[in-house]
């Protein structure tokens, strides 16, 4: 484990930093002949082979000549820190022993992302707009892009491609179906224009059908006449 590789403010005493790891302290321990301080992590491989030596100056240890130091394990935990993600946007500094406490909230932590898409390198204040269906996580659940045609379909944001690929009769039959609604209500249209958007819409979807046969039916006669009828109605009224 050895000692706490924190970003201290302001220099660090030579004092407070452990002959092995050369890390501040954590947990020290001092041995009682010598004097020598020593995280408790890292002396213990030591301790745990006897016989066992200092090793600063090679004096024989035992267990028992060895007990923990607790004022400097005071003074280490209260020296000053600041966040892991300071060169990440978080400005807090505080004592080193209130550090595990901010990062449990620290906004600029990276976590996993919570539809396990992969990433672990979200900052926490960043996971909700990753996972919106504006968001770039291929694991968010989005709407079918044709949702405004009237298709229901919400899915895997990866999934989607397939779904419109499977679904392409399934998008021109709702676009028809729209169509005929809105030319049901060519006085409204005529009379604010709201509802041409769909209609670019309905181009939008022409490109995207895969077979010569779909297009052949969205290039028939009537549809034409519709499209080619509801854009210049539209065009008198901006
Ligand atoms: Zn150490
Ligand atoms: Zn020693
Ligand atoms: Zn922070
Ligand atoms: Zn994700
Ligand atoms: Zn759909």
Known sequence: ??????????PI????????????????????????????????PILRKPPAFCPIDRRTLTREKVYPDRACKRTVLSL???????????????????LPTHLENCKRVPIKCVNNCGRTDIPRDQMSTHVDVDGDCPLAIVPCQYTDIGCKFKGRRNEMEKHIQDNTQVHLDLAHVRIRELE?????????????????NYSQLFQQSATKKEKEK????????????????????P
């Open 184 to 200: 049901q209500r060519q006085e409204y249209v005529c009379t604010n224009g709201k509802f041409l958007w769909k209609i670019s």
């Open 80 to 98: 000053t820190v600041k966040c892991y993600n300071s060169g990440n946007e978080c400005d807090w500094t505080g004592e080193l022993i209130n």
């Open 218 to 237: 969205l290039c028939s006669p009537p549809f034409l006449h519709r499209t080619v009828w509801l854009q210049a109605k539209s065009r008198g009224f």
């Open 13 to 44: 005493s030579a004092d407070y930093l452990c002959p092995i790891c050369q890390l501040a302290f954590r947990d020290p321990v001092q041995t009682r002949d010598c004097g020598h301080r020593f995280c408790e992590s890292c002396l213990e």
């Open 1 to 10: 484990m050895g000692g706490y590789d924190a970003d201290f403010v302001g």
